[in-house]
């Protein structure tokens, strides 16, 4: 066996059984994901919903769609946007969100955004809130999104 072919047996072999290390873990990576989240944050409140904010990302060949918000903090989520109504800005459920091929769709205050419906506890400045979301292609994303001050209006009562 020639020098070359040591080290290769060594590397595809050896090594992902000594670091744990193997092609599919890298190979799911989220970093490789279409999907990416930027800058998420769930604004600060009392109660009884808060709302979550933050930039999806698709860097894919394909439109998709958030689907689903899983968050322990709260009882349930809803998916929201705002819709004009005889000239009043009212929040509205809706099935998905769309995120464009190659680009972002931004969910900020006074748009899109992910309702936490009857949290279980007061959400406060500085505190960290687990955020799992489901897409209609892509798999599931999960981090943590901080939760920064009320400052604005937001989150309607249900």
């Not at 050896?14 to 873990?25: D, F, M, Q, V």
């Not at 099935?95 to 899109?112: D, M, Q, V, Y």
Request: aromatic share 6%; with cysteine.
């Amino acid at each position: 066996m020639s020098r070359t072919s040591k080290m290769f047996f060594l590397i595809c072999c050896w090594a992902p059984a000594y670091t744990g290390i193997t092609l599919g873990s890298i190979l799911s990576s989220p970093a490789l994901a279409d999907i990416h989240i930027e800058n998420p944050w769930v604004r600060a409140s009392t109660g009884p919903n808060a709302a979550l904010f933050m930039t999806l990302v698709n860097t894919g060949e394909t439109p998709e769609k958030l689907i689903d918000a899983q968050i322990d903090a709260c009882a349930h989520t809803e998916l929201h946007t705002h819709v004009e109504e005889n000239g009043v800005f009212r929040m509205r459920e809706v099935a998905f969100i769309e995120i464009p091929t190659r680009g972002s769709t931004n969910l900020k205050p006074g748009e899109h955004h992910v309702m936490l419906m009857k949290i279980h506890s007061p959400l406060q400045e500085g505190d960290e809130v687990p955020v799992t979301l489901s897409f209609e292609k892509n798999d599931a994303v999960t981090f943590i999104a901080p939760v920064k001050g009320m400052g604005g209006g937001c989150c309607h009562k249900k």
